[in-house]
């Protein structure tokens, strides 16, 4: 496939701490980047690094060869595309929009015809990796798109991307490969907290326990992600309970319309919901532990 290196002017929508990172990494690799974000202090800190601010998606937009949309979810980015002062009618013709939210595929499509019928190119392009690989230009994005949208999209995907995944020439494939990962992500989160807080019922050493399944079956990537979280009693928000309520939500109204069913993920959930019932849907995922050793009585790193 043919790629434009001459393509250097990108524009981010959303600086928080996936956009900004990702903002970065176009602007380490030569790119011309304007951003905006609701947050007048996350703009002060991307023009600080050498970045162009902007008002608005629109004047973002303007002129950008790529547009890299990093907000939340498929009501933002159609707000971002479409809304007051929206990016896709500031779009130059021919320029591609990376969606990056994770989103029922069926919105996904739905997005994409609507901005390609006016000229320009929407690659579904959902990632995966968190803050820290967003800072070093190592996401893995899981992509799908238009030949047209991957070669207009391709100097700014490696600048951001560690791995690219090419999952298919339409919207929507992105964005369902995304909701499997999210399905697995959850559970396993959830697992992880379960298993954390029946250890701690039992009375036994933690720090031990996390030790011994690292290297052992039950292990998983979130396990080993999330329970030092727990052991150390830090919830700030690395991935905020509230994002799993949205994207397993995702999940139970995909599954619900295909009549599949989804017995372990509806279960978990239910215990990221009644975290967030309990105040905690801005604090971290493993806050689900803090949720079981409430009801339970167990007795967490950090807890009286």
């Not at 002062?85 to 990376?98: D, L």
């Not at 105040?279 to 803090?290: I, L, W, Y």
């Amino acid at each position: 496939m043919t790629t434009d290196t001459h393509i250097r002017r990108a524009a981010v929508i959303g600086l928080g701490s996936m956009g900004s990172g990702m903002a970065g990494s176009l602007l380490r690799a030569g790119f011309t980047v304007a951003a905006c974000d609701v947050n007048p202090d996350a703009v002060a800190r991307f023009e600080a690094a050498g970045g162009r601010g902007a008002a608005n998606p629109a004047a973002a937009a303007q002129d950008a060869d790529v547009v890299v949309s990093v907000v939340v979810n498929a009501a933002q980015t159609e707000a971002v595309l479409f809304g007051a002062n929206g990016a896709a009618a500031a779009m130059p013709e021919g320029a591609v929009f990376v969606s990056s939210a994770t989103m029922d595929p069926a919105v996904a499509r739905a997005l994409a015809a609507r901005l390609e019928a006016t000229g320009r190119h929407y690659l579904d392009a959902p990632m995966s990796g968190g803050a820290a690989r967003a800072a070093d230009g190592g996401l893995t994005f899981l992509a799908s798109g238009s030949a047209a949208a991957f070669a207009r999209a391709r100097p700014a995907l490696d600048a951001m991307a560690g791995t690219l995944y090419e999952l298919g020439d339409a919207a929507g494939q992105g964005a369902a490969f995304k909701m499997i990962n999210q399905l697995l992500a959850g559970v396993h989160i959830a697992a992880a907290c379960e298993a954390m807080s029946f250890a701690a019922k039992q009375g036994l050493d933690l720090a031990r326990v996390y030790e011994v399944i690292t290297k052992s079956a039950g292990n998983s990537w979130m396990f080993e992600n999330r329970v030092p979280h727990i052991l150390e009693a830090d919830y700030a928000p690395k991935s905020a309970v509230d994002i799993f309520v949205k994207d397993l939500g995702i999940v139970q109204d995909m599954a619900r319309a295909e009549k599949y069913p989804v017995p372990v993920a509806a279960a978990a959930l239910q215990m990221f919901l009644m975290a967030s019932g309990a105040g905690m849907g801005r604090d971290d995922d493993a806050s689900v532990a803090r949720l079981y050793a409430q009801v339970s009585g167990a007795k967490l790193p950090g807890t009286k």
